[in-house]
């Protein structure tokens, strides 16, 4: 009981911090969200395209030695 007394009572009497977050904080955030998710699909490109490249290539040496 009193462990949620305390909470709510820090959550009532919260004061404003006045930080500041500038602009290059916030253009960080944007590159580095969109750097994991580019990542993210490229791993998987490399993963789907890799094999498919090998068996084109593998398709087309068969067709040249005919």
Do not use: Q
């Not at 919260?14 to 500038?22: E, F, H, I, V």
């Not at 498919?52 to 040496?61: E, G």
Request: charge should be positive.
């Amino acid at each position: 009981m009193i462990k949620w007394l305390i909470i709510i009572s820090f959550i009532i009497i919260s004061t404003p911090s006045y930080a500041y977050l500038g602009p290059g904080m916030s253009g960080g955030v944007i590159a580095a969200v969109i750097g994991f998710i580019a990542a993210i699909f490229l791993g998987i490109f490399g993963i789907i395209y890799y094999p498919i490249k090998r068996a084109l290539k593998k398709r087309k040496k068969e067709k040249d030695a005919r």
